[in-house]
C-alpha cells in the first residue's frame, strides 16, 4: 500500500487539510500519516480534534523567540528525517506557511513527489503577505501534482510554466470545513448574538499589519462602534504578544467592544455565520466570508483572493484607518444599498467537496 504523508504545522493548515485526511483514509486506498511540525501548537490542536485526526508524527519544531531561519532549519532537519525513514510515495502539503515550503524542500531534495493543496494564489509582490508569497511561490517549484481552488489559480500557475496536465481545479477546502462545521457541530454562542444588535467580527494579527496599521484599524473600529449604537463588535485577540499588546491598549475599556480569546475554528465559523459585518486581514476567512456571504472589509493592500472582490462580497479597503472607518460607517447606515448588494453568498471557493475532487484525482496517479 503507498504511502501518503500530509503535513500540518498551523491552524489555518488543519482546518484546511483535516477533511482531505478524512476523505484520503475513508477510501482505505493508502497509508495515509499525518505529519505535525507544531507550529501552532495548543491552536492545532484544537482544530485537529474537531475533525477526529491525531499525528502519526510530530517535529515539535517551536521554540520561544526563535526566528524565522531557526523555524525553517527545524522544520527541514526534522521532515528530511522523517521522509528518509518512512519513505513516502507522495507528500502533501498547503498553503503558504513555513511548515509548507520547509517541509516540500525536504520532500524535493529526496526526490519524493509533492502535491500542493491551495496553490496557484498569488499577490507577485514579496513584501505582501511576508513571507507567504515566497513561500507558496517556491513551492510552485517543487510540486508535482497543483490543486488550485479557481481558475483564476491555475491561469497563474500556467503563467508561471506549470504544465496543464499537474494544475487541477478542485474548489478550496475550506469549504468542505465551513460545510462540516456549519452542519455537524453544535456550539453555545454569545448571547449577544440572540439580540437585536447588529455584530461586528474583527480580527487582524498578519506582519505587514504589525505596528503603526494595526493601531490605526483598531482606532477605526472603536469608532466606528461609537458611531452606531446598535453595534457591538467582537475581537478575538490574537495570542502574538505585539498584537495582543497593542490590541489591548486601543480596545480595553471601549464601550460595545467585547475582547475574547481565540475561539475554536468550530466556535469561530458560527460567530462569523451571524455575523452582519467582518473587518479583517485574514485569508482564510475573506473565503469563508464570501460562501457565507458576509460582507467584509479586507484591511490590506493586496489580496490573493480577488475572486471574492469580484463576487461583490469582499472590499479592499487598505490599512488606512480613514478609509476603513468611512467604508464601514457607509455600510452600517441605515438601509445601505451598498451593503445589501455584498451580501450575496457565492461558490467561487468552491462547492464544498474539493477533498473529493483531490482524492479522485489521486487515485488516478497513485
Known amino acids: 500500500m503507498e504511502r501518503i504523508v500530509v503535513v500540518i504545522g498551523t491552524r489555518p493548515e488543519a482546518i484546511k487539510l483535516c477533511p482531505l485526511i478524512n476523505e484520503l483514509k475513508r477510501r482505505n486506498r493508502w497509508d495515509v500519516r499525518v505529519m505535525s511540525t507544531g507550529q501552532h501548537r495548543a491552536m492545532l490542536d484544537s482544530a485537529l480534534s474537531a475533525f477526529d485526526v491525531t499525528p502519526d508524527f510530530d517535529l515539535g519544531v517551536m521554540r520561544r523567540g526563535q526566528t524565522l531561519s531557526d523555524l525553517g532549519t527545524r522544520i527541514l532537519d526534522g521532515a528530511a528525517a522523517l521522509f528518509r525513514a518512512k519513505k513516502p510515495s507522495l507528500v502533501v502539503v498547503q498553503g503558504d506557511t513555513a511548515s509548507a515550503f520547509f517541509a516540500a524542500l525536504a520532500a524535493f531534495y529526496q526526490g519524493i513527489p509533492v502535491a500542493h493543496v491551495e496553490a496557484g494564489l498569488r499577490t507577485y509582490r514579496m513584501d505582501s503577505p511576508f513571507p507567504e508569497e515566497l513561500h507558496?511561490?517556491?513551492?510552485?517549484?517543487?510540486?508535482?501534482?497543483?490543486?488550485?481552488?479557481t481558475e483564476d489559480a491555475r491561469r497563474n500557475l500556467l503563467n508561471e510554466g506549470v504544465p496543464h496536465s499537474s494544475v487541477i481545479v478542485t474548489g478550496n477546502t475550506v469549504v468542505d470545513a465551513l460545510?462540516?462545521?456549519?452542519?455537524?457541530?453544535?456550539?453555545?454562542?454569545?448571547?449577544?448574538?440572540?439580540?437585536?444588535?447588529?455584530?461586528?467580527?474583527?480580527?487582524?494579527?498578519?506582519?505587514?499589519s504589525q505596528g503603526e496599521c494595526l493601531g490605526g484599524m483598531l482606532r477605526a473600529l472603536r469608532d466606528v462602534v461609537e458611531a452606531h449604537e446598535d453595534v457591538v463588535a467582537l475581537v478575538p485577540v490574537h495570542r502574538n504578544p505585539a498584537v495582543r499588546a497593542e490590541t489591548l491598549d486601543v480596545l480595553?475599556?471601549?464601550?460595545?467592544?467585547?475582547?475574547?480569546?481565540?475561539?475554536?475554528?468550530?466556535?469561530?465559523?458560527?460567530?462569523?455565520?451571524?455575523?452582519?459585518?467582518?473587518?479583517?486581514?485574514s485569508g482564510g476567512i475573506q473565503e469563508e466570508a464570501v460562501a457565507l456571504g458576509v460582507p467584509t472589509l479586507v484591511m490590506r493592500d493586496h489580496t490573493e483572493r480577488a475572486e471574492g472582490i469580484r463576487a461583490g462580497v469582499l472590499r479592499l479597503v487598505g490599512t488606512n484607518e480613514k478609509n476603513i472607518r468611512n467604508t464601514a460607517n457607509r455600510l452600517l447606515s441605515q438601509n445601505s444599498l451598498e451593503y445589501s448588494a455584498m451580501k450575496q453568498p457565492s461558490d467561487v471557493f468552491g462547492d464544498g467537496y474539493a477533498s473529493v475532487s483531490i482524492a479522485d484525482f489521486l487515485e488516478t496517479v497513485i
Open 252 to 281: 480595553k475599556g471601549a464601550p460595545r467592544i467585547r475582547l475574547i480569546e481565540p475561539p475554536s475554528f468550530v466556535t469561530f465559523h458560527h460567530l462569523l455565520s451571524k455575523a452582519f459585518l467582518v473587518l479583517t486581514d
Open 136 to 149: 507558496r511561490r517556491a513551492i510552485a517549484l517543487l510540486a508535482k501534482y497543483h490543486f488550485a481552488p
Open 179 to 208: 460545510r462540516y462545521t456549519l452542519t455537524e457541530k453544535k456550539v453555545d454562542l454569545p448571547p449577544l448574538l440572540s439580540s437585536d444588535a447588529r455584530v461586528l467580527l474583527f480580527t487582524a494579527h498578519r506582519r505587514e
